[in-house]
């Protein structure tokens, strides 16, 4: 051994142990987590809980106002100490380096159950459990599904949903000889309306009926209109395969290739980019869109007659079928007080002026059904809040991996538009990959 | 090496009390540095290589899993070849790449014409707008319907591809937005190409050289010392490739963009597995490594130093 490397040697080594003893640390404080709930709620010291979001600074203003408003009052004990704009990378990343952050809310609900599997969130079932609520009965069911596990665990509350849905342009189906106000009813008079309103002059296309090779978020929505699961809700195995599926990405290509489906590509790949969304270009006729679209036409001042409504379907059975997504609140592992945590969370996610309000100002729906009643003024956007509130709307995925999920599912999407992979193809491999790294949560 | 290091020792040993005295204080005036190297990349660093060895996924202590996370790259990870393939594709294209238009623009912006020094400025500004801000305006200009770079191919009767959303043009394109912020590189170069003497030039001209003749024999030959530091530079950056790619294709179309440090990214904060990122961030500093070591070693065959 050269005795001369010795310093560098025993630097590495300390860095080392430095570095596993940094992870049994975690370990004691981990544990040290309470687990028993506090039957009796009221805090009598004062405590300061941490909230972080997701939220741009105007949002978290007003949601600091509506916190003055509904929650200090009958919570003189808990102050609530608000940050915006934080992502779910960033709050990984600053609870793993040890920083306290009591109540989160994310802007994607995937990470919910990858977190509480790796053991970052607090189990809120016990806290649910002294509510006496029916969860069902409180929320629109289809945004709950991404916070409960299948044994019926709740590691999150749901906050302001959204979803997608059917628009279609009034002025370009008067111009096609259509009538404004019969949108398609069904998967094959989608398709017929697709060809009446596409225009191709000298070759190429000008006007697209139907908004063919959509956002993957978009194509998910076409597959559930034509009876397609994305996962087996009893036995939690990934169902990528599932013929209706492929079906569904067959008939969109099928009709890219009546139009050739380069022309389609280099027709949908202008229309990248902020404020460049065709359909309200009035580039596209036919399309499907969040909604939030409904408020982003009217603040943009375009002036754009057009409907709304639930995408046509291959089969009645699968009517009104619509995507639901929540921001989901939920409690972290390292906060000292879970139970006030909770019981914020637990207001946040219920207390209908919040849901309505918040859900207006940033375009969203409400999650709990007492705010849906006159939640807008805006018809349109009552469709939306129906929608979200239908027999066939729900999660797409909401399991474990659904955020490696949604990566194979785009790359499949994009591997079949550009041709270098059939539906049946590209979904195998999906299925393949999502269930291989399903099994590792077990 | 050692006899340096010897060398080194004998002089401490034989320095005068006022002269420990300043190396002690030195020391102490640079101890906040060597505390914060130690704590900051030091043990981060080495803690990466505990982590790569176990399941770290952030929250849960982690459990020791030996080589498993080197094995499942190795045996059972499709994408982690693929991110490797695009990251030495990206490399093999926009290195040389790289190194022939900063060399190209430097010999340009050396000759003395009126108003060279607005050029200058001219090529040096891209390097100083935020990657994400560039990145946005080369969507646009990418664009296939409305985009600059496809009408000006219009004009002169070429349709253009979809650039960014095809798989085979997307590399290419990302080559593209990384060139045109090449700046501060073809500084480099202008300042060596300055620091060339005009005798040789002079000389070259008396022995009735071309410009052809004056640039492969006198020019290049000189600046070997810069396109080396450039090579190794660049070699660096090219591994890590990450945030134009994260910005403009999020690894698409059909992970044609997938590159290395993308992917680990995914697999780090995406699918929160630390671990596997960990290992993955090793391999990636030993293949940097090994193509480092590649060009200084072969650097003693064409990089020439004045005598």
Known sequence: MNWKRLPFVILICASLILAACGGTQKTTEATKAPVAVATNPPATEPVTLVFWNGFNAHEVDTLNQMIEKYWNPTHPNIKIEAKGEVGPDQILTAVSGGETVDVAILWDPTPVKVWAYQGALVDLTPYIETQNANLEDIFVPAGLEWVKQPDGHYFGLPFVNFNRGFYWNKDLFRKAGLDPEKPPQNITELAEYARKLTIVENGEIKQLGWAINQDPSNLIELAMAFGGHFYDAQTGKITATDPKIIEALKWDVSLAKEFGLEKVNSFVAGFTGAGNDPFVLGKVAMTLSGCWTVTFIKNAGVTLDYGVGALPTADPAYARSNEVETNPIVVLKNTKHPQQAFEFAWFLATNPDVSREFANLVSNLPQVKAAMKNFSSDPKTMVFVDLSNSPNARGWAPVTVSAFYITEWTTAVQNIYTGSATPEEAMEVVNKNVQAEADKYK | ?307
């Open chain 2, 1 to 307: 090496m050692l006899k340096e290091l010897r060398v080194q020792k004998e002089k401490i040993r034989s320095l005068t009390k006022q002269e420990k005295r300043s190396l002690r204080l030195g020391l102490a005036f640079i101890s906040p540095w060597i505390v914060g190297f130690l704590i900051l990349i030091l043990y981060p660093i080495f803690s990466s290589l505990y982590y790569s060895f176990t399941d770290f996924a952030s929250f849960r202590p982690p459990n020791w899993v030996g080589l498993n996370n080197y094995v499942e790259l190795f045996t059972r990870d499709d994408k982690f070849f693929l991110s490797l393939y695009n990251t030495i594709f990206f490399f093999l294209l926009a290195m040389p790449a790289s190194v022939i238009v900063a060399l190209a623009l430097a010999i340009l912006l050396n000759s003395k014409l009126r108003g060279m020094t607005f050029f200058r400025s001219l090529f040096f500004v891209p390097t100083i707008v935020p990657a994400v801000a560039s990145a946005a305006v080369w969507m646009w200009i990418l664009n296939p319907q409305w985009g600059l770079l496809n009408a000006a191919l219009r004009l002169v009767g070429i349709h253009g591809p979809p650039w960014l959303s095809s798989p085979d043009w997307a590399k290419p394109s990302l080559v593209l937005v990384a060139l045109w912020g090449i700046g501060s590189e073809v500084i480099i170069y202008l300042a060596a190409l300055q620091g060339i003497p005009r005798d040789y030039y002079e000389a070259a001209l008396v022995d009735g050289a071309n410009s052809w003749q004056r640039t492969f024999s006198i020019t290049i030959p000189m600046i070997t010392p810069v396109i080396f530091f450039h090579l190794v530079n660049g070699t660096i950056w090219a591994f890590q490739y990450f945030t134009e790619a994260y910005i403009m294709t999020g690894g698409g179309p059909g992970n044609a963009t997938l590159f290395y440090s993308l992917y680990l990214y995914r697999n780090a904060f995406t699918n929160v597995k630390m671990g596997y990122a960990s290992a993955q961030a090793w391999i990636l500093f030993i293949v940097v490594m090994v193509a480092t070591l590649i060009i200084v070693v072969s650097s003693k065959r064409w990089v020439y130093y004045e005598e």
